[in-house]
């Protein structure tokens, strides 16, 4: 059964360096998503991502966060300068077209992502 | 403001009974409703969603229920398993096409 890959499963980063989170979406999804959580709290959604625009965003998905998909394939979260507060779960997720109404979104594993 | 809650934090059942996991809801606009589990460090598994046009939909032993009036929803799992031991989640699709989770409920299946 196809699935949402994200590399890498651990991220350890210094506050305030750079960090890009890596997601391989299915295959034939057209939407993309970046959602969090942190340890013990509910998995909060950061941005939405359709037709190589994000097409919504929450207020956590500030200046620092940007994502790209750089290929036919990948679809990736920056932070730019990572705060300790960034620490948390980060899952990708897809979906597709909406042609029939609303379709499931389908996670990846995610990447803890620890910062120092 | 949109949220989804859990009633239950923390759920334990007999292996072979039959399970029962609830959900509120307070975005009355929302029309997709969506239940997931999540296993140790693994992210969430797509398990059943519904339509707001529905009020009960099975799948394979999973059964949700919407109740609109209450803004309420259910996950039955028919003839629990260990295997079914995890962490559920339900959400709501609410604007556009961001899912609003509520804060999970733990099920332990004993055996």
């Known amino acids: 059964e196809p699935e949402v890959t994200q590399t890498p499963s651990h991220q350890v980063t210094q506050m305030g360096q750079e960090v890009i989170l890596r997601c391989v979406p299915i295959s034939n999804h057209l939407y993309f998503y970046w959602y969090r959580q942190i340890l013990g709290q509910k998995v909060e959604f950061l941005v939405s991502?359709?037709?190589?625009?994000?097409?919504?965003k929450s207020e956590i998905f500030d200046d620092q966060f940007s994502v790209e998909r750089p290929d036919g394939s990948n679809f990736t979260l920056k932070i730019r300068s990572t705060k300790l507060e960034d620490s948390a779960m980060y899952f990708c997720?897809?979906?597709?077209?909406?042609?029939?109404?609303?379709?499931?979104?389908?996670f990846g594993d995610g990447t803890r992502l620890s910062i120092l | 403001g949109e949220s989804v809650g859990l009633h239950l934090p923390t759920l334990s059942v007999q292996e072979g009974d039959n399970s029962i996991i609830n959900c509120a809801y307070s975005n009355s606009a929302s029309d997709y409703f969506i239940w997931y589990k999540q296993e140790s460090g693994k992210g969430p598994q797509f398990i059943i969603d519904?339509?707001?046009?529905?009020d009960k939909r099975q799948g394979q032993r999973v059964t949700v229920l919407l109740n609109k009036t209450v803004k309420h929803l259910s996950l039955q799992i028919a003839a629990t398993q260990p295997g079914d031991s995890a962490v559920y989640f339900c959400a709501e699709n609410g604007y556009g096409n961001k899912l609003v989770f509520g804060a999970g409920t733990i099920l332990r299946v004993k055996s």
């Open positions: 519904i339509r707001s046009n529905m």
């Open positions: 997720a897809s979906s597709e077209a909406r042609g029939q109404g609303i379709q499931p979104q389908h």
């Open positions: 991502f359709y037709n190589n625009e994000i097409s919504e």
